[in-house]
């Protein structure tokens, strides 16, 4: 006799409430099978495969399960589909993608209990199944707040491709962490193209702000060679800004074990600032950044500050590294590093100082100067020494002035002296400092020697400086200039000497006897 089975009805006894807390990703089925002549075919063990189809009768099979209920007296049996102890399964309940497209059961019965399965019919799953999606995306209404005690991560969310969260915030605060004795946000990342934590704010508002008590407002530990620990970016305000409160807290700490920077910060703004920080006790720290190879503090602004610091008591901005760069600061227009006190000190720096860049041409033997604005710069050494006459001395006649002419270059930075003329070409405005020395030796009478320091500019000729000698014994005896002068670019300097015994005199031509030095003082 031909048997069939008829479907009551399929319920779900999956409430609202209980499928935004924990859903028991279960339905509940009750059928009575009955033979061909409507008669229940009453306790006795028979064999029901259910199969779960995506978007129609016929679609996809996203489930199936086997199971071998028995029968009562009236034919009725029941089935939890998805709960444990079906016969044999396929593909996973919890995977039923129950947010998207319609869903359709199908039944299918051997009532001997075998596998010579007759399809009993297919039915679409309405309603209440859907809050299975819950356990997936569903909505979350807000507001929402929970308070627990737990030894573990109380709320987690882990996406493998884009942001894990992604908050907005039209006016107030994007990300608020408030921590009593750990970290109030962190963040952390495996990606090469994403940041642990970041914030975006395009009002007047944080991008990121963190505030701890005892630990750290905001964290970032990054190994990462391309990538900060911590990144803020701020059309307008503060990309990151950092408070403590603490005695020995910090605002902002980064640390980054690669050879990337430890805290970095973007103003695109023209009142922006990238990294500000701010302590309000005697040992507290605004910004405070250690690397151990990289930069630990390192700020960006096209136009404003890059690194700022504030203090009232203490240090503003203090970067240590162990063989990096403690501060780096970038600015296209504006300033890479500032630093400002009222009674201490501007800047302190414990170990070596480094000037380069743009617009500045370090050298070894360079000066670093500064114009009337306080904007320093590195300048060229200028600088020379010329020694010795001739090779054993020189012969001054009692008749006119004569050109002391120079046997031994000692230096000559900036190459501004001509060895050919005797003269040295002044080669920017400044302050110049000479010293002249000239010795007299085997003088056979009583005599006047004048020396002269000659100026020619453009085709007058001046005499700069001069040192008279009366000399009334015979023996050795020097005549000497030394002084600083106001000089401008193509004046030259010369030495000339002149003696009225009315003999020929000679000068020694030693150089420990005869010098004339010269260098820039102060350019102006």
């Known amino acids: 006799m031909f048997k069939k089975i008829k ?33 229940p075919i009453a306790n006795q063990q028979i064999r029901v495969r259910l199969k779960v189809h995506d978007g129609a009768s016929n679609g996809t099979v996203q489930y199936s399960e086997v199971r071998k209920p028995a029968t009562n007296a009236n034919g009725l049996f029941n089935i939890v589909i998805g709960s444990t102890g079906a016969l044999s399964t396929t593909g996973s309940f919890a995977a039923i993608t129950w947010g998207s497209g319609n869903k359709y059961l199908q039944v299918e019965m051997d009532p001997t209990g075998g596998t010579a399965y007759i399809n009993m019919g297919t039915q679409q799953i309405v309603s209440v199944p859907y809050a299975q999606y819950a356990n997936t995306a569903g909505a979350i209404k807000f507001p929402m707040s929970a308070t627990d005690s737990l030894s573990s991560t109380m709320f987690t969310l882990t996406n493998k491709n884009q942001n894990a969260i992604d908050v907005n915030s039209v006016n107030g605060i994007a990300v608020y962490g408030w921590s009593n004795n750990n970290n109030a ?170 000037i380069s860049g743009t617009s500045q041409a370090p050298a070894q033997g360079k000066v670093l100067t500064s114009d009337a604005n306080g904007n320093a ?54 302050i110049y400092h000479f010293d002249v020395k000239l010795g007299w030796s085997y003088l056979t009478d009583d005599m006047g020697s004048y020396l002269y320091l000659k100026l020619k500019r453009g085709n007058t000729i001046y005499t700069l400086d001069e040192h008279i000698l009366m000399i ?53």
């Open 185 to 354: 946000v962190f963040g952390a990342n495996n990606s090469t193209s994403q940041s642990a934590v970041s914030g975006f704010n395009y009002s007047s508002g944080a991008g990121v702000t963190g505030y701890s008590q005892n630990g750290i407002g905001v964290a970032g530990n990054n190994a990462s060679t391309t990538w900060a620990a911590v990144q803020g970016a701020n059309n307008l305000g503060v990309g990151v800004e950092g408070k403590s409160a603490s005695y020995s807290g910090a605002g902002v700490f980064g640390t980054n074990t690669g050879t990337g920077p430890g805290v970095k910060g973007e103003a695109y703004g023209n009142g922006g600032t990238g990294v500000a920080g701010y302590s309000n006790f005697a040992t507290g720290i605004g910004v405070y950044g250690s690397s151990t190879l990289g930069t630990a503090v390192k700020g960006y602004s096209l136009y404003s500050t890059g690194v700022s610091g504030v203090s009232g008591n203490y240090t503003g901005v203090n970067g240590t590294s162990t063989s990096g760069t403690g501060v780096y600061g970038t600015s296209s227009s504006g300033t890479g590093v500032y630093a400002n006190s009222t009674t201490g000190l501007a800047l302190d720096v414990n170990g070596k100082l480094k």
């Open 7 to 39: 479907t009551l009805f399929i319920a779900l006894v999956v409430t609202s409430a209980s499928a935004l807390a924990q859903s028991p990703s279960q339905i509940n089925y009750q059928g009575a099978a009955r033979d061909g002549a409507g008669a």
């Open 472 to 524: 009334d014994l015979n023996g050795w005896e020097f005549n000497s200039i030394s002084g600083d002068y106001i000089l401008q670019p193509n004046d030259e300097i010369y030495v000339e000497i002149q003696q009225g015994s009315g003999y020929d005199q000679y000068l020694d031509g030693q150089s420990s006897f005869n010098r004339f030095n010269g260098r820039l003082v102060v350019k102006l």
């Open 377 to 430: 710069t590195w300048q060229g050494a200028i600088a020379f020494s010329e020694s010795g006459i001739a090779t054993a001395g020189l012969t001054i006649p009692d008749i006119g002035s004569h050109l002391v002419q120079y046997y031994t270059e000692n230096y000559d930075l900036g190459n501004n002296f001509n060895t050919t003329t005797n003269r040295f070409i002044v080669p920017v405005n400044g």
